[in-house]
């Protein structure tokens, strides 16, 4: 059974950073790619950012410049590293990970931005 863990979530001020983790187990095969989406109370869901196998990344406009996505697949792991957060980065985020054959979702880590 896969499972995707995420965890490095919480409160953060105005400004601050954070780094985002989330660790994939379990038979999940060969991953493609990697991605980190969020969800905000009454708005869809909408990407942030994602890395392909052969690294290539892509970001969401809000966040570019800010944000960098990295992997370590050895270890099946993704990251997320935010800096200099805005209370519209408020949000639960989560993990996607893309097989050939299907995709997996985490549960969601909260992040909180205070002013």
């Known amino acids: 059974q896969v499972q995707l863990v995420e965890s490095g979530g919480g409160l953060v001020q105005n400004g601050g950073s954070l780094r985002l983790s989330c660790a994939a187990s379990g038979s999940i095969g060969r991953i493609n790619a990697m991605a980190w989406y969020r969800q905000a109370p009454g708005k869809e869901r909408e990407l942030v950012a994602r890395i392909n196998r052969d690294g290539s990344t892509n970001y969401a406009d809000s966040v570019k410049g800010r944000s960098t996505i990295s992997r370590n697949n050895a270890k099946n792991t993704t990251y997320l590293e935010m800096n200099n957060l805005k209370s519209e980065d408020t949000a639960v985020y989560y993990c996607?990970?893309?097989?050939?054959?299907?995709?997996?979702w985490g549960r969601g880590t909260q992040v909180t931005v205070s002013s």
């Open positions: 996607k990970v893309e097989t050939i054959r299907t995709h997996y």
